[in-house]
């Protein structure tokens, strides 16, 4: 065989396995960065998930606390309504 084809193989095989490990370092670093921006997006939807429970929380105390409102009112509302008729007797009395 002449040198030229020994060196032009010897070439080709060197080339190839250079270019097999780049291509096997690319993969581990793209890997590598898929993982790391899984982990951001996972976080990120945890963190999402915490707010998402904080604002039921709140809405739950949110709700009881209009209740409670709403009960107070119809109390307020109640007692005026008896005001009124007490006044209303107490009017027509003095006029008779």
Not at 18 to 37: H, I, M, P, S, W
């Amino acid at each position: 065989m002449e040198i030229s084809v020994i060196i032009s193989i010897l070439s080709l095989l060197v080339a190839a396995i250079v270019g097999f490990t780049n291509l096997k370092r690319n993969q581990t670093t793209d890997n590598r960065q898929t993982a790391a921006e899984m982990t951001t997006v996972i976080v990120k939807l945890e963190t999402l998930n915490t707010n998402i429970s904080e604002m039921k929380a709140d809405v739950r105390h949110t709700r009881a606390d209009l209740q409670e409102i709403r009960d107070r009112l119809i109390m307020c509302e109640q007692s005026t309504k008896s005001a009124h008729h007490r006044l209303d007797a107490l009017e027509n009395s003095v006029n008779h």
